[in-house]
């Protein structure tokens, strides 16, 4: 099946500071989907992108199918977006599989 | 607030416990799914459920038994479980299971003794 590789493992930055977020996958998808879980375990969709870009607020997400990557921005970084960032992608009638996530710390 | 609601939130059992998780989505969806989420693991798919059907078990062994009685409605029940078996069980739907995206509730983290 699909791997799902996320970089980096954890991330510790002051708050204000830029961010970005990798997902390597390793085969044509069909649906990938960026998620943040919160320290109390909630998870919240951010993004479902397959491909292009794609902007919310101080998120924005792009993914270059074709070189099989995804990466999650993050601007002027909050303490409240401290949490896991996980990247998902499913291939063909495959499950969706889960990358490792990255652990981001946003230091007052 | 996702429209997904998890109870218990949280959960200890001994190993000779019998106990049921509960899981409700108030979004009108059809697909609904087990995870689970160990430290240090991504989560794994443990079950899918498709308009009531069971259409994905992930190899999971059989002291965990979900039932699916409406597409509102999904339960895990647990019995003679194993301390590796403690982590946060999250439940999700979708509009259906090729949907593009899942709607997670809070989890419940449950710790075998």
């Known amino acids: 099946g699909i791997q799902v590789e996320q970089s980096p493992p954890d991330l510790i930055l002051q708050e204000g500071a830029n961010s970005t977020l990798r997902c390597n996958f390793s085969d044509s998808v069909n649906n990938l989907q960026w998620f943040h879980q919160n320290p109390w375990g909630q998870l919240i969709n951010l993004f479902y992108i397959p491909s292009g870009t794609k902007q919310n607020g101080r998120l924005s997400a792009t993914t270059v199918a074709t070189e099989r990557y995804s990466l999650l921005y993050i601007s002027s970084s909050q303490t409240t977006d401290s949490g896991v960032y996980f990247c998902?992608?499913?291939?063909?009638?495959?499950?969706?599989?889960f990358g490792q996530g990255t652990r981001l710390t946003i230091n007052p | 607030e996702t429209g997904v609601t998890q109870t218990p939130r949280h959960l200890v059992m001994g190993m000779t416990n019998k106990k049921s998780l509960k899981c409700e989505q108030h979004?009108?969806?059809?697909?609904m799914y087990w995870y689970k989420q160990s430290a240090k693991k991504p989560l794994e798919l443990m079950f899918v459920?498709?308009?009531?059907?069971?259409?994905e078990n992930n190899s999971v062994p059989s002291r965990f038994s979900p039932e699916c009685p409406n597409s509102s409605h999904l339960f895990l029940h647990l019995h003679t479980l194993q301390p590796e078996d403690s982590a946060l069980y999250l439940c999700?739907?979708?509009?259906?299971?090729?949907?593009?995206?899942?709607?997670f509730g809070p989890g419940t983290r449950l710790l075998v003794l």
């Open positions: 459920y498709n308009f009531k059907e069971q259409t």
């Open positions: 999700a739907s979708s509009q259906d299971s090729r949907a593009e995206t899942q709607y």
């Open positions: 979004l009108g969806h059809n697909a």
């Open positions: 998902a992608a499913r291939g063909g009638a495959q499950k969706l599989v």
